[in-house]
């Protein structure tokens, strides 16, 4: 089995191309979702970031954006979240590798913002990195909502530059050309390394 690690820097089209490869048929576990999922139902992670970050509990819940908003302008802060969410995150990736391990998967992919930043690729056989170019990247993720130009620069400061994943890549498509060229793309990729997966 091989396994791919997708990553890409915010508003580089990454979750697209997760999408596209799901309608390829090939399994990919989505380290955000799980994140998600971490922060709306996992007591553990509740208790832990309740003492760590007091201030984004709001009768019982977890408001996102307020930890967003903190962890984005504070370098520790972000670490200390780090910290409490990606251990739970690697353990869900582990089982969903050992589940399609015993399908006899050809390939798998590790959907990992952060792959680079925590030194995911380690655990990959291959990177993907999505990548566009900065006028593109920059109107996508201002027009989300909650989007701000002081919260963008504080992501993009949070992470490894396009140009340094891009340098460090095994595989790179580009999404500036509209989805079309980046399904294709995708499609000969994925082609490729169940080819090459099953000479292994």
Partial sequence: MLILGLTGSIGMGKST??????ILNVPVHDSDAIVSKLLES?????EKIRRRFPSVIEQGVIKRKKLGDIVF???QSRV?????IHPFVRMSARRFLRFHSLRSEALVVL?????YETKGELNVDAVLVMTAPEFIRTRRVLSRSGMSIKKFKGIVDSQISDKEKCR???FIVETGLGKA????SLKRLVKYLRLVSSRT
Avoid at 42 to 46: M, S, T
Avoid at 181 to 184: A, G, K
Wanted: aromatic residues 6%; negative net charge; hydrophobic residues 40%.
């Fill in 17 to 22: 191309a997760a999408d596209m490869l799901r």
């Fill in 168 to 170: 460090r890549a095994d």
């Fill in 42 to 46: 996992d007591k553990k992670v509740y």
């Fill in 80 to 84: 200390d979240l780090e910290n409490i």
């Fill in 73 to 75: 302008s504070d370098n």
């Fill in 181 to 184: 060229h980046t399904f294709r």
């Fill in 111 to 115: 959907d990992i913002p952060l792959l």
